[in-house]
């Protein structure tokens, strides 16, 4: 593999400098160095990040290919500037068994775009009766070490008890989907004044809240670590907040979406605002924001959701959950995190590479940009403006709540391991 | 007036006291020997029911005939939702057949509002209930019956509903009446109160423009009509409630609570009623209540909404339109 020259870059948003890349390894960081024998890219004052890290991404190969592959998926991926993205395991067949989670592995491997670590499935076919074979999953070839229901709540307490004890053996981590189901019985957004508006029905932010609080005390008890997938209340930040305080071991995540749209969207019952958990309010759309910025919050994941067409133009009702997000992600974080002052770009690549590689304990990602490490790198132009255009998306699917929208930022370049997947904005 | 009847939250209130107004003029033909006007003759109109409803969809027909509409009746009941596609893809096919107005009623909310808002169809849309959201028609019908009772029908003429006092009793949390009524008779000026149990009211009822009780006895002596709304005995099941009697202790209206109301008061419920529950047959049959005008006054009102989204800005009655377009 040829070297490459990034030249003037903004690493972690800094002052500019040079990074030289040879073979699959950053050879250097410095000001001034040579592009002899290399091929240059002037990156103008563009900010320099670690690949981006995606803990929570729905590729949906196995099973329903017509929306996502891991090929569209992970092309997605790169466009967003990310090189590592763990794909959820509510695939059909469902991601509970070592065949399948090496199926999807091998797929990210021929790919080339992204690296694609499987989540396997906590339970026997999300039923959330019995333990899925977890030690064979991180046993396989995929190596698997997170572990989620998502899409479904493991709502069980002695089931989910069980799930964090076993994972201890390896190091894994259980990714909890916190919704308590009979709480959301015919939920189909927010609870609140808008529900109660429009008569759809309500999905109460205790329902999430209660589940937060319970496995964070379950985590506690047996010593083990728990992830929580897409926070979307403020009262869920209270929570995590207290249970760190106490030295429980759990992390959690926010998606763009709920750090920048709220449940008044739903007034125009259009179902590309329908994602499970619902937008939230003003209120807690704040508290996220700021709970990112003082790390009570670890990390920023995607939940990125895609859906074919026909799924979404219909009824709300009708409508599946979920929305598209690769693409879009470091911007929506630019928007409301870095232009609002609330976190810098060192902090931007914490949230979205650092912290979730060590979650899902990604090694080789989410490393420092200095000489030696791993070439898994993302160029931003920061300085960009422009509308969000679906029709150009890699995703399958284009189920984005920013059509049209104007948002900050676009990722120029991404190299996996010294190799360009993302050029000029184009996919290689 | 907006080109769809969405919820009763869109009409202001000078819309509504056209409509109301409209419809009186509406319901003197019904008093004539040929109970037709010319008004629509050549438009279509298609009642698309999703959901079962029979006096709902006889209300429209009886009025969309009334003013020589032709009349296609579709029910998709039973047909798959699950998918999304039998809206959209029903929608078009009227489309293609030139329907100018589609009467909608589907079981779930939001339904008419993505038929008119998504570029599916060209026609009007009518809401006729959609799931828990709204039942526009139903609200301007029995605001029609209470200014026809509470004014007068001549002295009605005009006006509306300001200062009157008027509470709903009973599921407020499943129901579009309630969440129409209170949008329509908020914009027409009267008092709204809300009487239920906690679990029947909706989470965010806060910002609603009326009161909210939880004991009817206090709220009677106030109340210039007492509208009763429908309880599904399932809801016992889900525990909105401990038992039917409980309810019908705390919530029913029988003779004796009747006799705390007003004498002037009317007791109205928008059909069909659960007799025993939550009125009994002693209230539901006397002369205060209003339920079968209701019934009546509901083709007027479709005949006023109707003729006034797709007939123009021509009188409907006095001045009959005799050349066709
Ligand atoms: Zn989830």
Redesign the interface.
Known sequence: MSKILIRGAKVLGGEPQDVLIDGGTIAEVGSGLSGEGAEVVEADGKVLLPGLVDLHTHLREPGREDSETVLTGTRAAASGGYTTVFAMANTFPVADTAGVVEQVWRLGKEHGYCDVQPIGAVTVGLEGRKLAELGAMHESAAGVTVFSDDGKCVHDAVIMRRALEYVKAFGGVVAQHAQEPRLTEGA?MN??????????G?W?AVAEESIIARDVLLADHVGSRVHICHLSTAGSVEIVRWAKSRGIAVTAEVTPHHLLLTDELVR???PVYKVNPPLRTERDVMALREALADGTIDIVATDHAPHPH??K???????AMGMVGLETALSVVQETMVDTGLLDWAGVADRMSVKPAQIGRATGHGRPVSAGEPANLTLVDSAYRGLVEPAGFASRSRNTPYEGRELPGRVTHTWLRGKATLVDGKLT | MQRHLISAADLTRDDAVLILDTAEEMARVADRPIKKLPTLRGRTIVNLFFEDSTRTRISFEAAEKRLSADVINFTAKGSS?????S??DTAQTLEAMGVDAVVIR??????P??LA??GWIDAVVVNAG?????HPTQALLDAFTMRRRLIGRDAGLGRDLEGKRITLVGDVLHS?VA?SNVDLLHTLGAEVTLVAPPTLL????E??PCEVSYDLDSTLPKSDAVMMLRVQRERMNAAFFPTEREYSRRYGLDGDRMARMPEHAIVMHPGPMVRGMEITAEVADSDRCTVVEQVANGVSIRMAVLYLLLGGNEPAVTHPRTEEK
């Open positions: 189909e609870e609140g004044i808008v529900s109660a508006e429009l008569g759809l309500g109460p125009t019952y259009n026909e799924d133009d219909c009824e709300w009702a009708a409508a | 939702v699950s998918k999304g596609e809206l959209k589907h079981g779930a909310s939001g339904a509002y993505r808002n998504s959609d799931g828990t959201h709204q579009r969440r909706p989470v965010g009822i910002t609603w």
